[in-house]
């Protein structure tokens, strides 16, 4: 399992947590994010954004585990690029 921890500089929109999911199309790795107390699996994230009240400022917790080739290190891959591409989406 491989977590990140990091601020997020603005909020995440429908519309940023749909855009973030095209990225991750080929990986098998189950991702988690997680704030104020809550937890989504990624795949939900467009149609539950909002539970996890992301603000600009907010903590966001990102796991990522049991990818299905880990002979190329999908987790450690998956989260790097679910992560690089969360926070250019929230950006300021």
Do not use: K
């Amino acid at each position: 399992m491989y977590v990140e921890e990091f601020r997020i500089a603005g909020p995440l929109t429908v519309e940023s947590a749909e855009e973030l999911l095209v990225g991750m199309v080929g990986y098998t790795s189950r991702i988690t994010v997680s704030c104020n107390g809550r937890s989504v699996h990624a795949p939900l994230l467009p149609s539950c954004w909002d539970v996890l009240r992301l603000r600009a400022g907010s903590t966001v917790t990102v796991t990522a585990e049991h990818g299905h080739r880990p002979e190329l290190d999908e987790d450690r891959q998956a989260i790097r690029v679910f992560v690089d591409r969360f926070q250019e989406l929230t950006s300021a």
